[in-house]
T-cell receptor, first 113, second 114 residues
Framework: DQQVKQNSPSLSVQEGRISILNCDYT??????FLWYKKYPAEGPTFLIS?????DKNEDGRFTVFLNKSAKHLSLHIVPSQPGDSAVYFC????????????FGSGTQLTVLP | KAGVTQTPRYLIKTRGQQVTLSCSPI?????VSWYQQTPGQGLQFLFE???????NKGNFPGRFSGRQFSNSRSEMNVSTLELGDSALYLC?????????????FGSGTQLSVL
């Protein structure tokens, strides 16, 4: 039973355009969401997070949107750069409990020059 | 500040053997979590330690175990290795292990079971 789903295994975008990565979750107890980026042979690197009390969080080129009623979040990267090419993981947690992240299966983003 | 350090980087074992992986968290971080990454199952939570105590455990068999030392360093052990245990094992640390903290991951130990 996948509680966090990333339905697009891959996404290709032209440099300078917007990249939109999507994530759905089923567990209504999740109230804290994160995006991680992973390059081959490296551990995931934290990108941006959002608490369920917000519907949007921005950090430079990265914006995460949360739609609680739809149990859906998305990561927008504007403008996309070739260095953004990596696997992006969506993760969710219950903020009131000890640390346990539930990850999605990841989306391979390729930014074409 | 040094990041999360995992050793060894690569490991090859045969079925039935046991293995111990090591993780040194970021200085000052007291929570250490372990995750398994496989192509089929993605990133899955194994367990989390805080102040030498296991606080949370994922859905893995008892062959997977861990511990944390007083300096916050952690080890995980897998006994009676199976082919399906081949995976990238990732360690992550955070200050207190609170649900709203971000995790800092190491580069992982790539385990191959032959």
């Amino acid at each position: 039973d996948q509680q966090v789903k990333q339905n697009s295994p891959s996404l290709s975008v032209q440099e300078g355009r917007i990249s939109i990565l999507n994530c759905d979750y089923t567990n209504s107890m999740f109230d804290y969401f994160l995006w991680y980026k992973k390059y081959p042979a490296e551990g995931p690197t934290f990108l941006i997070s959002i608490s369920s009390i917000k519907d949007k969080n921005e950090d430079g080129r990265f914006t995460v949107f949360l739609n609680k009623s739809a149990k859906h979040l998305s990561l927008h990267i504007v403008p996309s750069q070739p260095g953004d090419s990596a696997v992006y993981f969506c993760a969710a947690a219950e903020s009131g409990s000890a640390r346990q992240l539930t990850f999605g299966s990841g989306t391979q983003l390729t930014v074409l020059p | 500040k040094a990041g999360v350090t995992q050793t060894p980087r690569y490991l090859i074992k045969t079925r039935g053997q046991q293995v111990t992986l090591s993780c040194s968290p970021i200085s000052g971080h007291r929570s250490v979590s372990w995750y398994q990454q496989t192509p089929g199952q993605g990133l899955q939570f194994l367990f989390e330690y805080f102040s030498e105590t296991q606080r949370n455990k994922g859905n893995f068999p008892g062959r997977f175990s861990g511990r944390q030392f007083s300096n916050s360093r952690s080890e995980m052990n897998v006994s009676t290795l199976e082919l399906g245990d081949s995976a990238l094992y990732l360690c992550a640390s955070s200050l207190q292990g609170a649900g709203s903290e971000k995790l800092f991951f190491g580069s992982g130990t790539q385990l191959s079971v032959l």
